[in-house]
């Protein structure tokens, strides 16, 4: 089973809205929360990421939100504009290296 | 700069092939991974390796092989290529700090994989 959830698998927002996707997880373990960003043809690329001595970490019009006791996080988009409309995944790492990926969300900012 | 460089872009195989998918990175990255990706499943992680040398198993190992023999290169072995292997396929490569890879990691652009 995969042991990062995320919802929704597909949003649809209009230009100017906020898009928020929402990940959780069960492994208590997990120390390193990154939100990736995929364009049609390209690979994954680093949005912003967290860990989990913060509640919360801005860049731009990303935000993420976590919350430790109930093992989940949230990327906030500000102000979505077209151009933010790609899969976003959810992820979390433990030391050991292994990364795990929610199922991603693909994301579509009318204009 | 190159980053990470994955060939073939595109294949397809038949059943029973074997091939070898290539992934070079020029960012001087101890650590190097394989996913998976597949619709509605995410990223999956196959092999991973935390320098020349070593490699382990990810979540997804089985039908696969790797090996590191240097820094730079980490290819991907399908012995015996079955349908249920058509994917796409990412290496990504990321530096260890303080022994640990949970920082970014960058992603080559993807192979498309289709056993037929």
């Known amino acids: 089973q995969q042991q990062v959830k995320q919802s929704p698998q597909s949003l649809i927002v209009q230009k100017g809205g906020i898009s928020i996707i929402n990940c959780a997880y069960e492994?208590?373990?997990?120390?390193?929360f990154p939100w990736y960003q995929q364009f049609p043809g390209k690979g994954p690329a680093l949005l912003i990421a967290?860990?989990?001595?913060?509640s919360e970490k801005k860049e731009g019009r990303f935000t993420i939100s976590f919350n430790k006791s109930a093992k989940q996080f949230s990327l906030h988009i500000m102000d979505s504009q077209p151009g933010d409309s790609a899969t976003y995944f959810c992820?979390?790492?433990?030391?050991?290296?292994?990364?795990?990926f929610g199922a991603g969300t693909r994301l579509t900012v009318k204009p | 700069n190159a980053g990470v460089t994955q060939t073939p872009k595109f294949q397809v195989l038949k059943t029973g092939q074997s091939m070898t998918l290539q992934c070079a990175q020029d960012?001087?990255?101890?650590?190097m991974s394989w996913y998976r990706q597949d619709p509605g499943m995410g990223l999956r992680l196959i092999h991973y390796?935390?320098?020349?040398?070593?490699?382990d198993q990810g979540e997804v190992p089985n039908g696969y092989n790797v090996s590191r023999s240097t820094t730079e290169d980490f290819p991907l072995r399908l012995l015996s290529a079955a349908p249920s292997q058509t994917s796409v396929y990412f290496c990504?490569?990321?530096?260890?700090?303080?022994?640990?890879?949970?920082?970014?990691?960058?992603f080559g652009q993807g192979t498309r994989l289709t056993v037929v």
């Open positions: 990504a490569s990321s530096p260890l700090i303080s022994g640990w890879a949970n920082t970014e990691a960058f």
């Open positions: 492994n208590t373990a997990f120390d390193y």
């Open positions: 967290i860990r989990p001595d913060v």
């Open positions: 992820a979390a790492s433990i030391p050991n290296n292994d990364m795990r």
């Open positions: 960012m001087n990255h101890e650590y």
């Open positions: 390796s935390v320098g020349a040398g070593i490699t």
